[in-house]
């Protein structure tokens, strides 16, 4: 299976300010296709995860454009250009080049 | 607009077994594969398997291998969770998701199903 590790795995933040969020798997998630398999996903307190980034950079329907993906075969970024309140819950990456597919620990983001 | 709605929280016995359905509208059901995700208490997000609603065809985590099975009722449009002979490791929130290009895009509200003797 493979492995996929955040960092950090807690990230304060200020309102205003930008953040980022690293994603690392074990095996390229580069696919045959072209096309490279990275999801990140925030699941604010209380309610259902929501798809933030797929296929690495294009942004999922509704979210907004200070959310953006990076990254290539095993090494990931999620970066937030201006924080707001409402982006406060935990961050996950996934990868779905295969199956099993395998979420990152997680990265819990708040206010500081 | 897409909605997944899954069946209500459940309280189980260890070795019992769960069914949990997840009724779909809003697109073309038999189009898009349906994942299983659960969420252990205050812990992260682990993938079960995967349907194809087309065919029925199934992929599971090695994990869940022998104890879950999915199935589906085009005429409803709902996919069935089996889990069987349930552990207190079992207990957590279960989700349904639509797939996207190989992404869960749409979520249902979750299942809590609490494992206990």
């Known amino acids: 299976d493979i492995v996929m590790t955040q960092s950090p795995l807690s990230l304060p933040v200020t309102p205003g300010e930008p953040a980022s969020i690293s994603c690392r798997s074990s095996q390229s998630l580069l696919h045959s296709n072209g096309f490279t398999y990275l999801d990140w996903y925030l699941q604010k307190p209380g309610q259902s995860p929501q798809l933030l980034i797929y296929l690495s950079s294009y942004r999922a329907s509704g979210v907004p454009d200070r959310f953006s993906g990076s990254g290539s075969g095993t090494d990931f970024t999620l970066n937030i250009s201006r924080v707001e309140a409402e982006d406060i819950g935990v961050y996950y990456c996934m990868q779905a080049v295969q199956t099993p597919q395998t979420f990152g620990p997680g990265t819990k983001v708040d206010i500081k | 607009q897409v909605q997944l709605v899954q069946s209500g929280a459940d309280v189980k016995k260890p070795g019992a077994s769960v069914k949990i359905s997840c009724k779909t509208s809003?697109?073309?059901?038999?189009?898009?594969?349906i994942h299983w995700v659960r969420q252990a208490p205050g812990q992260g997000l682990e993938w079960m398997g995967i349907i194809n609603p087309n065919d029925g065809t199934t992929n599971f985590a090695q994990q869940f291998q022998g104890r879950v099975t999915l199935t589906r009722d085009t005429s409803t449009a709902t996919v069935y969770m089996d889990l069987r002979s349930l552990r207190s490791g079992d207990t957590a929130v279960y989700y349904c998701?639509?797939?996207?290009?190989?992404?869960?895009?749409?979520w249902g509200q979750g299942t809590l199903v609490t494992v206990s003797s």
């Open positions: 809003g697109y073309n059901f038999t189009n898009q594969f």
């Open positions: 998701t639509r797939d996207h290009y190989g992404s869960s895009l749409y």
